[in-house]
């Protein structure tokens, strides 16, 4: 959950600093583990970037360089938790407890500082949002002995703790958009917009490719391509209410997949947005095929439209996650046709349709999943 103006330091400055710089090097103290691998990733489809090296005696490095800031996730293997930072070609140093690798202090040049702010913001604002509404409270809405009060009062604490983080994740949005404002050609910027394309209108994507493609900063920046692809895509066609478009696709077998020939079929039907190279679409799939298993005998359906690129990747991961429901790619990565069609900005991301190809809902959170497949299915055989 799948963002508050800050001050922030002469952005021309900060653009001379880090043109002088060709590489990183990341110093790290992590405790609560003396030694084992720790990883960074970009966790990127066009451009990976990752880079794997020994914990000793708590202590870490890394050396490297990146063609432009991005933001990467740190974690240590075979440990849970993450850490997202914003990497730049300088000096960073990471000190953390392996127990809660999410709060561990980044420090760095200003464009890091800048990013740990708006970072911090952004969790202090989803974390109030939450409220005192607790994962755990769905196994107990599952539990035969739960009382029908109890489950009724979690049902309740449920629908008000998700139009909290709906408001919340529009005051995100702002944020980020309030700083992309400031600082039209920030590389911090170019990042942040990328991250929230989805609230751009077409025209206001052209303006913003039209003043960054002739910064300074910004020459050379991969992420350019994601503004420019995005400005001139075509209207989104999709919304809440309105039928979704059909499309067809092939399976991995390379037999074409008409949308419309599946949704029919099914109560509910979910088209899945996601890519072998997608680290969260991967993290959530084992919780994802829990509730396929769960809800499709009482009418549930899911179709998954890879974002990948490379056939094997595709079909690993298939495999690697235990993925049952239909597949679909035309293996062409972010240009996949659907994607496009769907004005797709992010992964992972789904929609849902009813039988008559009604789009029900859009982007349900991971964790909210499983309560709106309830409500949309309860009562189903």
Not at 148 to 164: D, H, S, T, V
Not at 194 to 212: F, G, P, R
Not at 292 to 310: A, M, N, R, W
């Amino acid at each position: 959950m799948k963002k508050i103006i800050v001050t922030i330091g002469i952005a021309v400055t900060i653009m001379a600093c880090h043109s002088k710089k060709e590489t990183y090097v990341i110093k790290g103290a992590i405790s609560g583990v003396d030694s084992g691998k720790i990883i960074i990733s970009n966790f990127s489809e066009d451009a990976t970037i990752a880079d794997t090296t020994d914990i000793q005696n708590g202590q870490f490095i890394f050396t490297g360089s990146v063609t432009a800031p991005e933001f990467f996730t740190l974690y240590v293997e075979d440990q849970p938790g993450s850490l997202t930072f914003l990497l730049v070609n300088d000096k960073i140093t990471i000190t953390g407890d392996v127990s809660a690798l999410q709060e561990a202090v980044v420090t760095g040049p200003p464009m890091v500082a800048e990013a740990n702010v708006l970072l911090a913001r952004r969790d202090s604002i989803l974390t109030v949002a939450r409220g005192n509404f607790q994962p755990e409270f769905f196994e107990e809405m599952e539990n035969d002995s739960t009382p029908a009060a109890r489950k009724a009062e979690i049902q309740a604490l449920y629908e008000q703790a998700i139009a909290r983080i709906q408001a919340a994740a529009a005051v995100v949005q702002q944020l980020y958009a309030d700083y992309v404002k400031a600082h039209p050609t920030s590389p911090l910027s170019l990042l942040l917009a990328v991250s929230i394309i989805d609230k751009y209108t077409t025209d206001e994507l052209s303006a913003m490719w039209e003043a960054m493609s002739v910064a300074p900063a910004l020459q050379g920046n991969r992420f350019l391509e994601i503004i420019k692809e995005y400005a001139t895509m075509p209207a989104a066609t999709v919304a809440v209410g309105q039928v979704a478009p059909d499309f067809t696709q092939n399976d991995p077998d390379g037999n074409p997949v008409l949308f419309s020939t599946i949704y029919k079929k099914h109560t509910l039907t979910m088209i899945d947005f996601w890519a072998s190279w997608c680290g969260p679409c991967r993290e959530f799939n084992p919780t994802l095929v829990k509730l396929y298993k769960k809800y499709h005998p009482k009418g549930l359906e899911i179709v998954g439209v890879s974002f990948d690129g490379d056939r094997e990747s595709w079909l690993k991961a298939i495999a690697a996650d235990g993925l049952i429901w239909p597949q679909v790619s035309n293996l062409q990565g972010r240009q996949n046709t659907v994607g496009r069609l769907y004005r797709i900005g992010f992964i992972p991301q789904n929609i849902f349709v009813n039988a008559d190809g009604v789009v029900l809902a859009m982007q349900v959170e991971g964790e909210n999943l499983d309560a709106f497949l309830k409500e949309q299915l309860n009562g189903k055989n």
